[in-house]
């Protein structure tokens, strides 16, 4: 091995042996235990669950408990909701699994080792370095994960929190053929989410004939595994990210092959379950109102996150609805 190649990756496993050790020390508290309501429906056949699909990773972990303890706090079904998560390698697991299981001991999960190295290849730099992440990529192959017999979940990004019903969401229908459900803003410029280079060149283009396309968010979704499997939409999407490998289609990370596979043939979600943005802008992370409406969850999309604001001393207003459901101990608290 040439020097300079052993010596980076030796760097590389210092960085990820520093970052498992600083997962592995969090110390987060033990949620309370959830019950369901005497009107629930028996969890068998498991044909009543409600399966939620999350990614877990060291930096959004403190996001994702919090992420989940919202979801159990507002279900009046919390015994009924099963969770999928998808962790960024198998060494990271069993960490993660003991992590979950101390401050949720009575949840109903499954963690799936995602081999990032696959989609890593297929990702081309964007603007932001956190969409590169692989594991933002994982939502994609959500149907080669999971087993076969989950045919419908519940996909949410770890950035958020619920203030409704998650079997609300669940039970969004979806008609005929549809595969996804997400809120859609067809107010938002459809054109600005790709490049010249793909407007200009109608064989791309020509993808949204016979479509009426919107912006959707991908970071909340209700999607029907066993039609996508059936389709074989993670290849349709794959094909897409191989060719931004080959040409600049688009700017933005795991977001536009969404788009350009299903922008116009998703069915509707009230805007209520995607308040996003708040997070702040890209490029100068100014702080967000809420859009007008009602809130049945709030998303922190965008360049600032809630929990890095609060530590900082520098929250923006709506923090203070993230920092009920924080369940990371403080360090000064920690001895007693
Ligand atoms: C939409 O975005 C495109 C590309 O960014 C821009 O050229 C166009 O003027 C925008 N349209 C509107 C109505 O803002």
Not at 256 to 270: E, R, S
């Amino acid at each position: 091995m040439p020097p300079i190649v052993a010596f980076s990756t030796i760097l590389i496993i210092l960085v990820s042996i520093t970052a498992k050790n600083a997962v592995a020390n969090l110390h987060f508290r033990e949620a309370p235990k959830f019950y369901n309501s005497v009107n629930c429906p028996a969890v068998n056949p498991p044909i009543s669950a409600v399966h939620v699909a999350m990614t877990l990773d060291a930096a959004y972990l403190r996001g994702s408990m919090a992420a989940i303890l919202s979801v159990l706090q507002h279900s009046s079904c919390p015994e009924n909701i099963v969770f999928h998560f998808v962790a960024s390698s198998a060494a990271d697991t069993a960490v993660l699994r003991r992590l979950i299981s101390k401050s949720f001991p009575y949840l109903q999960f499954e963690i799936y080792p995602f081999d990032a190295s696959a989609a890593a290849g297929l990702i081309s730099t964007s603007i932001r370095a956190a969409l590169d992440c692989p594991l933002n990529y994982a939502r994609n192959y959500l149907a080669d994960l999971l087993p076969t017999s989950i045919r419908k979940i519940v996909y949410l990004d770890s950035d958020l929190v619920l203030v409704d019903d998650i079997s609300k969401l669940a039970a969004t229908p979806l008609p005929n053929d549809v595969v996804l459900a997400a809120p859609e803003y067809c107010n938002a410029n459809f054109t600005s989410y790709f490049t010249p280079t793909f407007w200009s060149n109608p064989s791309l283009s020509l993808t949204f004939a016979n479509r009426n396309p919107c912006y959707f968010n991908t970071g909340v979704m209700v999607i029907d595994l066993e039609r996508w499997r059936f389709g074989d939409f993670t290849t349709k999407i794959v094909e897409w990210m191989e060719l931004q490998k080959r040409m600049r289609i688009y700017e933005l990370g795991s977001l536009p092959p969404f788009l350009l596979v299903f922008a116009g043939n998703i069915a509707p979600v009230d805007h209520r379950w995607n308040q996003h943005g708040l997070g702040g802008d890209n490029f100068r992370g100014l702080c967000r109102d809420l859009h007008p409406g009602p809130v049945s969850l709030l998303h922190w999309s965008g360049k600032g996150k809630p929990w890095a604001r609060l530590d900082a001393n520098r929250p923006c207003p709506l923090d203070a609805l993230w920092a009920p459901y924080d369940l990371l101990k403080p360090p000064y608290i920690l001895e007693s």
